[in-house]
């Protein structure tokens, strides 16, 4: 038998063996989600929030390894800076939400760690591809992440957003009130789809 015929056919076991111990979480829409972005400019300091972050973390616990896979979606038009007009104005003219409805994190490689124990280290560094404004680029970020029980897994994390990176004109007329750079800060709450 060749080695080709041997492959195939044990492939089907090693998959089956290999998503065996993986876990799926899903991230559902609402509280306690949130998802705040801080803006810090020469006048004015502000901030955009929305709870409408949904999506789907699957991953093997005991060996994290290669095993992360995330998916997370938020909803950019919910966003909420506490002024109508501004929210408008943000959603219509720049986020161009009606084009661009969700900005989306895909995928995750762990760049610390190897086959890393979830319970043993919450910190973790990834890496995935992060869309907004029609824009794909790469995306470093450290995740804390805490597994409350078998069925509930909380996580946090915080990353800057260049908006010139994502083709997002800063507006001139508020130039001293929006900053360059957004801080984004993402906290939820992820329960098990099992």
Known sequence: MN??????????LLLS???????????????PNQVVFTSKATTETFQGKTNKVQGRIVFDPASLGDSVTVHIEVDMASLDTGIGKRNQT?????????QYP?????????????NRVLA???????????TL????????????????????????????????????????????KLGEVQQVEVT???????
């Open 90 to 98: 943000m959603r219509d003219d720049y986020l161009q939400t009606k």
């Open 120 to 130: 043993a280290d919450p910190k973790f560094e990834v890496a995935g591809n992060f």
């Open 17 to 31: 063996a290999a998503t065996l111990h993986a876990a799926e979480f899903v991230v559902k829409s609402g509280d």
């Open 188 to 194: 939820a709450t992820a329960v098990s789809a099992q």
């Open 102 to 114: 969700r900005a989306v994190f895909d995928g995750a490689t762990l760049l610390s760690g190897g």
């Open 133 to 176: 404004h029609g824009v794909t680029r790469r995306l470093r970020a450290t995740v804390e992440v805490t597994q409350k029980d078998a069925r509930t897994l909380e996580f946090k994390t915080e990353f800057p957003v260049s908006l010139a990176d994502y083709r997002i004109v800063r507006p001139k007329f508020l130039f001293l």
């Open 3 to 12: 080695i080709s015929r041997i492959f195939m056919a044990t492939a089907p």
